[in-house]
């Protein structure tokens, strides 16, 4: 497999034809598996299964397609026969190219799973309410955690990562699932690989270095003041609920993260929403994000490669690996939700929305 230098113009004329396809509803982006690991290595897309990333220096420095009819292992870090292995982001797919009968997980909900018939048809089945299904073991177990929704599921079988949860501790990849580990009265290094005596941790709980999309605050974190100074703020999301008596507000710092307030005088409790959402303060809930504006990163928490640019009328998009901004060639309109260059303006909101004026 050869490596892809990322580049903004490779990605532009890309977008032209298609953009990246949609998100899966995994937990993490290339971008933030790649800062979790040391030295140099591939890592599986999580919006296609023929897709692969190159991790360098804990940065996403490349990524690229596999041929036709071959699908990207994530666990053996090559591109393999789609007869021979299991797409990690279609049910479909994998059951498309199966020879022989087959349960597979679907990654679209982990309540359910599909039963590939061998020849090219598949059936799904639920776990039923407060059931997820569990691929390695292929049975229904209790949720609500969704097994398969694991950091080492696109990451290659047998390495160790940081853990992107713990500062200082580490995770053991293994076909697909990991295993947290420790080191022994010392701390895990996720830029060298190594245990050392010294504290690699800047204070935050999340190992990512790089800073470009990590929060500042920890999930459940207190923090003083956060109540009084963005109480106002989410005056409109509770208008009309005259029994509510505590808010939610803005973190003033990323596009996912808020704080709940029990009363305007008290610490805001951190906390985020989840993967693939963003806050909306007005309305006081994690929505698309699509449907505002948001003046912060719009790459953080999401799993795409582009994003809208706010206030550019759908007109520009934001490289999430790099930052760079870019336009669709031809004058076109950028559709977020549906990753294309268009010629009609998509009526997202992120796309009518308008700078604040200064007064």
Do not use: H
């Amino acid at each position: 497999m050869k490596e892809q230098t990322f580049s903004a113009g490779i990605c532009a004329v890309a977008c032209v034809l298609l953009l990246a396809s949609q998100a899966s509803g995994f937990s993490y982006t290339m971008e933030q598996m790649c800062a979790q690991i040391s030295g140099t290595g591939y890592v599986g897309n999580p919006s296609s299964c023929r897709a692969w990333g190159y991790c360098e220096n804990q940065k996403l420095a490349g990524w690229g397609t596999c041929d036709d009819g071959l699908i990207f292992d994530s666990q053996k870090s090559s591109c393999l026969p789609a007869n021979q292995t299991i797409c990690s982001t279609s049910a479909v797919t994998t059951c498309a190219n199966a020879k022989s009968p087959m349960y597979v997980a679907d990654p679209t909900n982990c309540t359910q799973y599909a039963w590939c018939a061998g020849n090219g048809t598949l059936q799904y089945g639920n776990c039923g309410e407060g059931g997820v299904y569990a691929a390695n073991n292929q049975t229904c177990v209790w949720g609500p955690a969704c097994p398969q929704d694991d950091i080492c599921k696109f990451i290659k079988s047998g390495s160790y990562i940081g853990d992107p949860d713990n500062c200082g501790s580490y995770i053991s990849c293994n076909n697909g699932y990991g295993t947290a580990g420790s080191c022994t009265k010392q701390y895990y290094n996720l830029a060298t690989g190594m245990c050392q005596n010294a504290n690699p941790c800047d204070g935050s709980s999340n190992n990512d270095s790089s800073g470009d999309s990590s929060s500042p605050f920890t999930v459940g974190e207190e923090v003083a003041g956060v109540c009084a100074s963005f109480w106002a703020d989410a005056e409109e999301a509770v208008a009309d609920k005259t029994d509510q008596t505590y808010r939610y507000v803005s973190d003033n710092t990323t596009c996912y993260g808020y704080f709940y307030c029990a009363n305007s005088t008290a610490s805001g409790i951190w906390n985020q929403c989840p993967a693939g959402t963003q806050f909306n303060v007005a309305k006081g809930q994690c929505v698309s994000p699509a449907a505002f504006a948001c003046k912060f990163n719009r790459c953080g928490n999401v799993n795409r490669q582009f994003m809208t640019v706010q206030y550019t009328g759908c007109r520009s998009y934001s490289i999430c690996a790099s930052g760079v901004q870019a336009t669709c060639q031809n004058d076109l309109y950028y559709d977020e939700i549906n990753n294309i260059c268009t010629q009609t303006r998509p009526s997202y909101a992120i796309c009518t929305a308008t700078a604040p004026t200064k007064g």
